[in-house]
Structures are given as C-alpha cells and as structure tokens.
C-alpha cells in the first residue's frame, strides 16, 4: 500500500512541473533586425545628390565645387541656356570640386549641374547653377603713380576697358598734377589681353604712351609699369567694384 501511495505522490509532482513549463513564457523574443535590414537596403541604393553647388566664373572659365562624401565619384553636367539635364547636357566624368571648364564663351549663359556615383548606379542631379563667364578686363579701373624724379609729379587714370577675343578697347581721363597744376586729359585704350598679361596702348596724352602689366591673383588689381617719355614707373590699377 505504500508503494502505491508513493508512486502516486511521484506522478503527481511530475504533472505539476509539466504544466509549468507550458506555461512559462519569459523567453526571448527573436532578435529585431530592421535597422539592419534598412541598412543593408540603404547600402544596395545609387547616393543621394549632391549639396553645396557653386560655380565661379572668370575669364572664358569656369570652376564648379560641391560638397563631396568619402568613397563617392561625381560627374559633373553643364549646357548653355538655364537649364541641364543627363540626357541633353555634356558630362565631365570622375570630377573632383574646384573642377575648371575652359574655353568658355564669355557673356553666354550655362548651367551647370553634379551627380554622385557608387557601386550600385547614380544619383539624381544636384540643384544647378547657371553662371556666365566673364573677362577679368572689362570694368572700370583706377590708379596713380608718382614720377620717382619730382614728387610733386604724378598721374591719376581713369579707365573704363572693355576686351573681346582678346582685344581690349576703351577710354579715360589721366589727370596729371604737374607745376602745382591738375589737368584733365581724355584718352583712348587699345590693347591685348592673353590671360593673364595685359598690354594697352594710350592715345591722347603725349607724356604717357602706354602700359604693361598683368592681372594680380586676386583678380582686381592689373599690377605693371607705366611707359612715359622720360622713362618707366610703377602702376598698380585697381578694378572698381
């Protein structure tokens, strides 16, 4: 009788234990993997467009920079007018910012857009740019200069210069201080202008026949000599803004 007794307290316990481990629900969840499946999603997608677009212009030049990101390629897509597109525009491939177009048309109209590249295709266009390139001459210029043998001589200028092709046209006023004296004399400019060394031809004022010099790198100052009939001096013309 005891054995049969004891046997049912054992079969008792182990219902008991059972019936907990069928209810016990204090496992772990399985792991969530979204953000790794976005990543991985995000890694598998052509990059986004580039930012910070600009474009500088100069003399038949022009310079285009963006904001770039690491293990990115870029090309860059310009055509004349205000607008740009892949299809329509001309591409410059595996560019790096500060990438320079030459040979530009001074005075025209082009716009200019970059996309990005990585291994799983390109990206839409950035935002564009439309720029023209403009000659560095063309403007209005003042200077003055002192005659290294009197003091109390010297010359202002005035000039208002205008280049295409490379040939550079104008006029002025040299006002020139001399006996105490000021005088006001007009002249006409000629003159040539291969980027960046400017020559120019003065008529009108027999003193001074012309100048020499080239543009500064700052881009507003021409810095040269002046050629007069008693000899050669210093002149530094600056571009009005």
Not at 137 to 162: C, E, H, P, Q
Not at 215 to 227: E, H, K, R, W, Y
Request: proline share 4%.
């Amino acid at each position: 009788m005891k054995k049969i007794f004891f046997a049912f307290i054992v079969l008792i316990t182990f219902a008991m234990i059972a019936g907990c481990s069928k209810n016990d629900t204090t496992s772990n969840p399985p792991a969530d993997t979204t953000n790794n499946n976005n990543n991985n999603n995000n890694q598998n997608l052509p990059p986004s467009a580039p930012t910070g677009i600009k474009c500088i212009s100069g003399d038949t030049r022009i310079s285009v920079r963006w904001d770039t990101l690491q293990g990115l390629t870029y090309n860059v897509y310009y055509q004349p007018g205000s607008t740009v597109t892949k299809t329509t525009g001309i591409k410059a491939e595996n560019t790096l910012p500060d990438y320079v177009f030459t040979n530009m048309k001074n005075d025209s109209v082009y716009t200019f857009a970059v996309s990005a590249l990585n291994q799983y295709g390109e990206s839409d266009l950035s935002q564009s740019v439309t720029v023209s390139p403009k000659s560095l001459i063309n403007g209005n210029w003042a200077g003055m200069t002192t005659d290294s043998t009197d003091t109390l001589k010297f010359y202002r200028f005035v000039l208002d210069l205008r280049e295409s092709s490379q040939a550079i046209t104008g006029s002025g006023s040299v006002f020139s201080f001399i006996n105490k004296k000021i005088t006001e004399t007009k002249i006409t400019v000629t003159g040539i202008y291969q980027q960046p060394a400017a020559v120019l031809t003065f008529s009108g004022y027999g003193d001074i026949t012309g100048f020499a010099g080239s543009i500064a790198v700052s881009n507003m100052n021409l810095v040269g000599t002046l050629t007069t009939k008693n000899g050669k001096l210093p002149l530094v013309l600056v571009k009005k803004q």
